[in-house]
C-alpha cells in the first residue's frame, strides 16, 4: 500500500467530518475558490488547500483537531467582508479556510433575560430580523449587515452606526461557545450580565481576529424597540462644528442619541458620481455633512419635537448651516444608504488608503487639520475620502491618488510613507491606528510600532499559551 500525502489524508479526514461536498479543494472539477480566497477590497488573493464547511460545533471541534494533528493552519472566515485582510488564506496553498457560514441557527431567545442566542454563521442582518420578529431590538448595524456573520463582527469587535449608544459588539455579548486550538469546546454561552469568577475569557475571544479560538455561537444582548426613530441631515460649516453639535445632541437627546456620523465633501461627491439616484443632498456647498439619529422611547411627536430644538438651537450657534430632517422611514432610510454607499464608492472609484483611526473626539478637528496639511505637502494633489464615527471618535482618514494619477501605481510607491505619516499624528494625538476594523494582515507590520511594548508582549505571551502550534490564522494581529 502507498501512504496517501499528508494533506490528501488531511482531505479524506476533513471530508468524512464534514461530507465530501463541504470540503472544497482546487482538485475539484469545475471548483472556484475565488470568493473564500480573495477579499472584499481585492488587495490580496490567497490560495487555499481546501474550504471546509462545518455545520456544527462538534463538526468544527473535530476539524481542528484533525488539522492539529497534521499541523494545517487554519483561517476561520465568515462573511469575507473584513477589510484588513483577516480572514482569506495567505498564497502557500497550506492553510484551509473554515467557513461558518453553514452554522446559522438562531438557537435561543430569551425575552425575559433579553438574550438571543445564535450560531456564529448567522448573517448580521437575519440575527436583526430574528431580534424584531420577537419584538426586539439588536442594535449592531453595518453597512456590509446583509453579508456579514455575528461571528466575524465578535471576531473583529465590529463597531458601525449604533456604537454611540449602544456600544460595539463586545458590548453586546453575554457569552461564548468556543472551539480551541486544541479542539476542545469551552461552553461559555452565559447569558449572565454578573459573573466574577475570574479572567475574562469572553473578551479576550472578541476581536481577536481568529487568532486564538474559533467562536462559534453566542448570546446576544436584546433591547426594547424604540418608540420612533428619527434622523436628520445637517451640513455643518466645520469639523469643530461637526464637535459642538455632537455636545449639543448628546446635551439634548441623551440616550437618544442612536447615531452620529460625520461625511466630508470629497466622499460625498463620490456617492453623487457613482451613485447620482441617490441624490446627495446639501454636499455641494459644505465641507461637511452629518446625520443624525434620534431613537424616542415615546413617541414620534416627541422625537420631532427633540429634534427641532436641537437644530434650532444649533442653527442659532452657527454650528449647522441647513439641516432637513426625514418625514418617514422611507426617507430615513435613503439618507442612510447614502452614508453606506461611501464604502461602495470609494471602492468603485478604486484603491486608496484606507485608515480606520480613532482619536479622542475633542482632538479630532486639530488632527485633520495638521495631518491634512502634512499629507499636503508630502503627496501633493491627493485627496481625502473622510467619513465616519465622529460619535465615538472613529474617523476614516483615507487617502486618495491625485486626480489622474495611476492609483495602483501611487499605493505601490506610498503606501508605506502614507500610512507612517498619518499613524505617526496618531499616536502623537494619543489615538489608536485600529478603531473597529481590526489588524489582520494589513497592519500586523504596523502594530509593534504604534502599541506599547508590554501590551503586546503579553498578546504574545496568551497566543503562546492558548495556540502554542501557531494554527489558527498565523500572520494575523501578531506577525
Ligand atoms: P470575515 O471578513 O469573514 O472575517 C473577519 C475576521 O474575523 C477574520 O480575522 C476572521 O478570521 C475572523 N472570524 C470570522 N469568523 C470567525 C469566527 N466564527 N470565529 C473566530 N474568528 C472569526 N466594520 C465595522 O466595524 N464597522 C462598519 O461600519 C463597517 N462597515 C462596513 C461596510 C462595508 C460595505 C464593508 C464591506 C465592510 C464593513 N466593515 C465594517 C468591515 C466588516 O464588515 C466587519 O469587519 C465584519 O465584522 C466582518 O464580518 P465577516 O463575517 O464578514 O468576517
Ligand atoms: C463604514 O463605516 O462605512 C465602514 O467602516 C467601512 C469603511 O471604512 O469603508
Ligand atoms: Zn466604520
Known amino acids: 500500500m502507498t501512504a496517501l500525502p499528508l494533506s490528501s489524508s488531511l482531505i479524506a479526514q476533513l471530508r468524512q467530518i464534514c461530507g465530501t461536498a463541504n470540503v472544497i479543494t482546487h482538485d475539484d472539477p ?11 477590497r481585492k488587495r490580496v488573493r490567497g490560495r ?11 463538526e468544527v471541534a473535530a476539524v481542528v483537531k484533525a488539522c492539529a494533528a497534521a499541523n494545517t493552519p487554519i483561517v476561520p472566515q465568515g462573511g469575507n467582508t473584513g477589510l484588513v485582510v483577516g480572514g482569506v488564506p495567505d498564497g502557500s496553498g497550506a492553510q484551509i479556510v ?3 457560514t453553514r452554522m446559522n441557527a438562531v438557537r435561543a431567545i430569551d425575552p425575559a433575560n433579553l438574550t438571543l442566542t445564535v450560531e456564529a454563521g448567522c ?21 456590509a449587515e446583509g453579508s456579514c456573520t455575528i461571528g466575524g463582527n465578535l471576531g473583529t469587535n465590529a463597531g458601525g452606526t449604533q456604537v ?12 461564548l461557545e468556543v472551539v480551541t486550538a486544541q479542539g476542545d469546546i469551552w461552553h461559555g454561552l452565559s447569558g449572565l450580565r454578573k459573573d466574577n469568577t475570574g479572567y475574562d475569557l469572553r473578551n479576550l475571544m472578541i476581536g481577536s481576529e481568529g487568532t486564538l479560538g474559533i467562536i462559534t455561537a453566542a448570546t446576544m444582548k436584546l433591547y426594547p424597540q424604540p418608540a420612533a426613530q428619527l434622523t436628520a441631515w445637517a451640513a455643518v460649516p466645520s469639523l469643530e462644528s461637526a464637535v459642538q453639535l455632537l455636545g449639543l445632541a448628546h446635551q439634548r437627546l441623551g440616550p437618544g442619541l442612536t447615531g452620529f456620523e460625520v461625511m466630508g465633501q470629497f466622499a460625498l461627491g463620490l456617492v453623487d458620481k457613482h451613485y447620482p439616484q441617490l441624490r446627495v443632498p446639501l454636499w455641494q456647498d459644505t465641507p461637511w455633512c452629518v446625520l443624525l439619529e434620534n431613537s424616542d422611547s415615546e413617541n ?17 450657534a452657527a454650528c449647522v448651516s441647513d439641516a432637513v430632517v426625514a418625514e418617514n422611514l422611507t426617507q430615513a432610510r435613503s439618507l442612510w444608504r447614502i452614508r453606506e454607499s461611501i464604502t461602495l464608492a470609494q471602492a468603485e472609484e478604486g484603491l486608496n488608503i484606507k485608515h480606520d483611526i480613532s482619536i479622542p473626539v475633542s482632538r479630532i478637528p486639530a488632527f485633520v487639520a495638521e495631518t491634512d496639511a502634512l499629507l499636503a505637502r508630502e503627496f501633493p494633489g491627493v485627496r481625502m475620502v473622510d467619513f465616519g464615527h465622529l460619535g465615538d471618535g472613529n474617523l476614516h482618514y483615507n487617502v486618495q491618488a491625485p486626480a489622474g494619477a495611476d492609483e495602483k501605481a501611487f499605493l505601490r510607491d506610498n503606501e508605506d510613507r502614507v500610512n507612517t505619516l498619518v499613524f505617526d499624528q496618531v499616536l502623537k494625538f494619543d489615538g489608536s491606528i485600529s478603531a473597529e476594523h481590526g489588524v489582520g494582515e494589513l497592519k500586523v507590520g504596523k502594530l509593534p510600532l504604534y502599541k506599547d511594548p508590554t501590551a503586546l508582549a503579553m498578546m504574545r505571551a496568551i497566543k503562546q499559551t492558548l495556540d502554542p502550534q501557531n494554527i489558527l490564522n498565523p500572520g494575523r494581529v501578531l506577525g
Open 300 to 316: 414620534e411627536a416627541h422625537a420631532r419635537s427633540q429634534f427641532e430644538s436641537l437644530l434650532e438651537a444649533a442653527l442659532e
Open 123 to 143: 448573517v448580521l442582518q437575519n440575527l436583526q430580523a430574528a431580534a424584531e420578529n420577537a419584538g426586539f431590538l439588536f442594535p449592531l448595524s453595518l453597512g
Open 48 to 58: 487555499a488547500l481546501a474550504v471546509v464547511r462545518p455545520c456544527s460545533t462538534a
Open 98 to 100: 473554515l467557513s461558518m
Open 30 to 40: 469545475g471548483a472556484d475558490l475565488s470568493p473564500w480566497e480573495q477579499d472584499w
Open 164 to 175: 454611540v449608544r449602544y456600544g460595539n459588539t463586545r458590548e453586546l455579548c453575554l457569552g
